[in-house]
């Protein structure tokens, strides 16, 4: 028993949720300072709305914006911020980046006080206790570089912290949840109802042109000021269990959060406290849904491995298949294959057994890979127009090097009499080949 | 045997580091209770200054006026009239959720409450209650700081929106609360709800 929970303490846990938590708010980040890029002066200078000697006169705690009044140091320190959150984004040297992201963000939002809400104030204490969480290990740069010499003589103590902090940060997310909530409940206009109106009626919070629509409607108000309690309150309880969580939780709470960003327009508040949710999801589940869904949307593609630039194709659009929907598997030999309808045009197979054959796989690898969506409509507008002949006009004229023992000297007319038969380059002819 | 009980020894660490944090959280974000009073100054030494946290969000009872602030700029004897300083953000926010303009409204609609006096941290009456010759209670200078701060920022605000007035030497800042017409009333389009107002004193223009 004991033996079993430190194997689990000692393996790392909920990585998926901590790669898409780092990525959003890192995301959150780079937005966030790109949006406020002409303001940097306004709300941060030195002879900004909050000048540099009040704020010395708070004594700052750990602040970098404390180290000069400069105001080409604060521009400085800004870039500084966008490179490091961008780094921390997408994972490079992520633990380093993390630290820094964290500190930036903390003298950023205590530099001007006055500029941070709900969202702010999480995202700093989460963003130190991601210091802590092993955040890189998947969709990341780091996962793609080897480790570091030493680490596996203290992974399994960082396991262990990298397992505590995740629990910290949901915990402290149902903390938000429970005190809020009980803050609700004891006041009087949660209590009967009509707290959704008042917050609606207030313009800073409100949607001219639908808000009306909800707030004249008691159905709608009594039933979202209930609603709302009820869901804060009980957040923390029902992760206990994982169906309540994964079939009330996370639903409730994006619906909730979806509509606070589009009614209220707190849509930053809205991306911090989402970007806490992938963490509620365990490893195993992400892989589950991963299985589901390429076996859903999973591709086969049969391409010919004797044509190099096929190959290098394929090599790309491999790089490009960010969801590992595509599975490319070259058709020569395989006897599964129809081997003359393979060369003359690229085959594939979806989840549900329904064959593709030329252009129409080009439209089913663009669809599944998100960097060739801007193809998508191009591809099948050409598709519908000139059907398969712009592919077959690239496909015959391909080169084709059939593999074989030629170490010094290759017969570069002959023709190959089958898929394991003798040595040679040929140009494609499709149908003229056995 | 070396790997097993550095495992044991962490995950003890981390256990107590965590265990020390969530009670002194669970304790910071209670309302004030005998157990907080007792204890408020270890929890604030473990909350502030890096977890400092406020999830009262719209509770126990929600915004419900709308604050808004109205400038104006004094050349000589002369004054130009008031410009609304907040109604612009809203309508830009309204129109993008996405612009710069609803965390730009913020700083001021914070110095209104500064000055209104609704921002005061919520442990303070505690600590007064219990300890009235506290520093920190006497004669009610953190209410004064907050609101000279609030007053700081406004004459900040409000002389950046006289900043292309030639000559201008002094500012005036206006308070406008605005309060919707009450749930009972919601269906009366002739209900505009009620308006007060604030004029501030004449303050210095600060570039």
């Known amino acids: 028993m004991l033996g079993r929970l430190s194997s689990w303490l000692s393996t790392d846990h909920f990585s998926v949720g901590a790669g898409l938590t780092r990525i959003s708010l890192g995301a959150w980040a780079v937005f966030s300072y790109t949006l406020f ?43 500084a911020g966008v490179a490091i959150a961008v780094l921390f984004t997408v994972g490079y040297w992520t633990r380093v980046m993390t630290f820094l992201h964290w500190l930036m963000i903390w003298s950023i939002q205590t530099r001007n006080d006055f500029l941070g809400d709900g969202g702010d104030n999480i995202m700093r204490i989460v963003l130190f206790f991601m210091i802590f969480v092993n955040a890189g290990a998947v969709l990341s740069l780091d996962s793609t570089r080897k480790p570091w010499r030493g680490r596996a003589l203290v992974q399994p103590v960082l396991a262990v912290v990298h397992n505590f902090a995740v629990l910290a940060i949901v915990l402290q997310l149902a903390f938000l949840y429970m005190s809020t909530g009980l803050y609700k409940a ?39 000021t209930y609603g709302t309690v009820l869901f804060e309150i009980t957040f923390g309880p029902l992760l206990l269990n994982r169906w309540t969580r994964l079939l009330s939780v996370i639903p409730a709470g994006f619906l909730f959060h979806l509509g606070i960003g589009a009614v209220m327009g707190l849509t930053t508040f809205a991306w911090s406290m989402l970007s806490l949710y992938p963490l509620l999801v365990t490893d195993g589940e992400y892989q589950a849904a991963g299985g ?73 690898i663009a669809t599944r890979s998100p960097l060739l969506w801007p193809l998508v409509i191009p591809v099948w507008l050409i598709r519908l127009v000139a059907g398969q002949r712009p592919y077959d006009a690239v496909a015959s004229r391909r080169l084709i090097l059939v593999p074989g023992p030629c170490a010094d000297h290759c017969a570069v007319e002959s023709e190959p009499k089958g898929p394991s038969a003798p040595e040679g380059v040929s140009s494609a002819r499709p149908g003229l080949r056995p | 045997m070396y790997r097993k009980l550095s495992v044991w020894f962490a995950a003890a660490v981390c256990a107590v580091v965590l265990g020390t944090y969530f009670s002194a959280t669970f304790l910071y974000l209670t309302p004030p209770n005998p157990v907080k009073a007792r204890h408020l100054g270890t929890i604030l030494s473990v909350e502030l200054p890096l977890f400092s946290q406020n999830w009262h969000l719209f509770a126990p009872n929600p915004v419900r006026s709308n604050l808004l602030l109205a400038g104006r700029c004094g050349v000589g004897s002369q004054t130009t009239p008031w410009t609304d300083l907040t109604t612009p953000f809203v309508a830009g926010h309204h129109r993008n959720r996405f612009s710069r303009l609803g965390k730009l409204l913020r700083p001021t609609q914070d110095a209104l409450y500064l000055i209104l006096g609704r921002n005061l941290d919520e442990w303070r009456p505690l600590v007064c209650k219990r300890f009235p010759t506290d520093e920190r209670c006497r004669n009610d200078r953190e209410r004064q700081k907050a609101r000279e701060l609030g007053t700081y920022i406004v004459q900040r605000v409000v002389s950046a929106s006289c900043a292309g007035v030639p000559g201008v030497q002094r500012v005036q800042a206006r308070i406008i609360v605005h309060d919707p017409p009450p749930w009972s009333r919601r269906h009366d389009r002739q209900d505009a709800g009620k308006m007060r107002y604030l004029t501030l004193p004449w303050m210095e223009y600060v570039p």
């Open chain 1, 186 to 224: 004891m006041g009087e206009l949660w209590q009967n109802g009509t707290a959704l109106y008042y917050i609606l009626r207030v313009d800073a919070f409100s949607w001219p042109g639908v808000a009306e629509y909800i707030y004249r409607n008691p159905y709608i108000v009594v039933g979202a």
């Open chain 1, 292 to 364: 589901w869904i390429r076996r859903q949307f999973g591709l086969t593609v049969y391409y010919d491995g004797w044509c190099p630039a096929c190959t290098r194709s394929v090599r790309w659009l491999d790089r490009l298949d960010l969801f590992s929907l595509l599975r490319f598997v070259s058709f020569r030999g395989l006897v599964s294959v129809d081997q003359r309808r393979a060369e003359r045009r690229i085959l594939s197979v979806d989840g549900r057994g329904r064959m593709r054959e030329g252009m129409d796989v080009m439209l089913q």
């Open chain 1, 37 to 79: 890029w002409r303001d940097r002066q306004l709300l941060w200078g030195p002879h900004g709305i909050y000048p540099f000697d009040r704020f010395m006169a708070d004594d700052p705690f750990l602040n970098l914006f404390a180290i000069s009044p400069s105001p080409v140091f604060v521009d400085a320190l800004y870039l």
